[in-house]
Antibody
């Protein structure tokens, strides 16, 4: 069965960076992309960007351009999302989702990133 | 960015009764390829979002047939024919025709 298992919760100081991993199993990793979506406490869902696991092409949300980098490691079927220059409003649960350009079907369990001094 | 607007924002339903959620987009979600890129997700308490409906009306694998989606262009509806206790949570519509994906505000469904 398709599974996406994300790395554990992180606590970071403002200005630091965080790198969240998403390990996929149960399907051919390079046949799909991975999107990242975040959810601030008590808030809705915000799309952050997408990466093709086939060729590494990316598309990022404009508001995060310059601060976010998405990568994949096909040898371990793992996707990564790095967010730099963290601010308090980056505090959120970060989700990876398998899918194509248009949507995500299976989602990871989420990773809580807390930004606090 | 495409704005997705859901109504109502909360719904209290008696088990066994129907429920309906509306979602409107600020521009058409019909692509030139003939597909309409409108999706419905349910986020149960403390869980990740799970896909219910893709491309307006297709149920995802394992989704009970009491869930149905309809609509076209900019107006869409999710219906639950007979609400069950396990259906509680927040329902989101989402457009995937353009990046960035954008989501509705969410509709919280609770059981009376």
């Amino acid at each position: 069965q398709v599974q996406l298992v994300q790395s554990g919760a992180e606590v970071k100081k403002p200005g630091a960076s965080v790198k969240v991993s998403c390990k996929a199993s149960g399907y051919t990793f390079t046949s799909y992309g991975i999107s990242w979506v975040r959810q601030a406490p008590g808030q809705g869902l915000e799309w952050m960007g997408w990466i093709s696991a086939y060729n590494g092409n990316t598309n990022y949300a404009q508001k995060l351009q310059g601060r976010v980098t998405m990568t994949t490691d096909t040898s371990t079927s793992t996707a990564y999302m790095e967010l730099r220059s963290l601010r308090s409003d980056d505090t959120a649960v970060y989700y990876c989702a398998r899918g194509d350009w248009n949507y995500g079907d299976y989602w990871g369990q989420g990773t809580l990133v807390t930004v606090s001094s | 960015d495409i704005v997705m607007t859901q109504t109502p924002l909360s719904l209290s339903v008696t088990p066994g009764q129907p429920a309906s959620i509306s979602c409107k987009s600020s521009q058409s979600l019909l692509h030139s390829d003939g597909k309409t890129y409108l999706y419905w997700y349910l986020q149960k308490p403390g869980q990740s979002p799970q896909l219910l409906i893709y491309e307006v009306s297709s149920r995802f694998s394992g989704v009970p047939d009491r869930f149905s989606g309809s609509g076209s262009g900019t107006d869409f509806t999710l219906k639950i024919s007979r609400v069950e206790a396990e259906d509680v949570g927040v329902y989101y519509c989402m457009q995937g025709i353009h990046h960035p994906w954008t989501f509705g505000q969410g509709t919280k469904v609770e059981i009376k």
